[in-house]
């Protein structure tokens, strides 16, 4: 079982950066057998898939729309996992979502809340 709590979302404007993370309580105490993701759902849109890491390699893979701009990663001495956003466009707003799956896995078993991004122009 996983439990994920996500921080850090915000208002801001265009072109600043901002930094989430997303807690994980694990009852096998490592994220290793996991893929975690971030996902983001706008007002009227489907959610999507922005970035995800496999936690044991370190493999990484971004949606074109932020490919370049944000930066999924792993905390170094816990099972935090961050998603920086740079350069960020009022496109970019949308409540984003924390979610794990198993490696091999197809679909993310375990959500966050979530968390507001709003980017004014």
């Known amino acids: 079982q996983v439990q994920l709590a996500e921080s850090g979302g915000g208002l801001v404007q265009a072109g600043e950066s901002l930094r989430l993370s997303c807690a994980a309580s694990?009852?096998?105490?490592?994220?290793?057998?996991?893929?975690m993701g971030w996902f983001r759902q706008a007002p009227g849109k489907e959610r999507e898939l922005i970035a995800a890491?496999?936690?044991?390699?370190?493999?990484?893979h971004y949606a074109d729309s932020v490919k370049g701009r944000f930066t999924i990663s792993r905390g170094d001495r816990e099972n935090t996992v961050f998603l920086q956003m740079n350069s960020l466009k009022s496109e970019d707003t949308a409540v984003y979502y924390c979610a794990a799956k198993g490696r091999g896995g197809t679909v993310y078993d375990y959500w966050g809340q979530g968390t507001q991004v709003t980017v004014s122009s």
């Open positions: 890491i496999t936690w044991g390699e370190g493999r990484t």
């Open positions: 694990v009852r096998t105490r490592t994220l290793t057998n996991y893929v």
